[in-house]
């Protein structure tokens, strides 16, 4: 898709929740203002933008199926039929994003138009992921989760209610002060339970050593804890 299909797919979408659902369709406004001035061949060369774009008409798109083609008892059905993280993106932290305000909102969409987006964690936690399939499990992400939400990962495995993962290289020593501000902001958004993982990416494997911790706490973590490891 190209910045021209992005920009008329954002329209039309916005227009059709309008009636729907208020709170998207105020968010799909909000972004469409964001991008307005882009010419489409500049958007489309704005890479990171470009895929959150595409991640947010997906979600969108869910979402007015969800609303339009089924009842509401019917829609819980339906969610049940994705996989547990999924069913905790749709089912409460997509539309919680939508319907509340996010402090953060402005200052990351700034980042993202300026290129200031971090490449490097990005293929880190494309490679847990595909380390968490390779061990039966399963994940999500979003660039809202991450920007909004400070969630790289959510991650479940054996136990329906997923877990809401962040990594950082920061030692124990020194990621105090970044663990009290992920897990205020987890309980902000009433975040059940949560893993802030530092690691060394200089160990041999830590890919899959993180996708094995991910797992695991997911299966072992009670409601309201927010588990920091390294």
Known sequence: MQGKDVQ???????QAAS???????KRLNEINRW??????GALTAKRVVMSFLLELIADATLLLALKTEFSTHDQQAALLQLP???QHWYGKLFPRWLEENDPKFYVWRQKLMAGEFNQADEQIIQAIG?????QDGEFWHRYIADLSMATDLIVSHRR????????TTLSDEYSQKKYADWKTTLQTWRIEKGLFASYNPGVPNYIHQLATLMLQTSDTLESGVYQKDS
Do not use: G
């Open 35 to 40: 991008i307005k001035d882009l010419k489409p």
């Open 84 to 86: 547990p993280s999924q």
């Open 130 to 134: 595909k380390a968490v399939d390779q």
């Open 19 to 25: 009636n729907v659902d208020p709170a998207l369709a």
């Open 8 to 14: 008329k797919e954002l329209k039309r979408l916005s």
């Open 160 to 167: 329906q209610q997923p877990l809401c993962t962040q990594i």
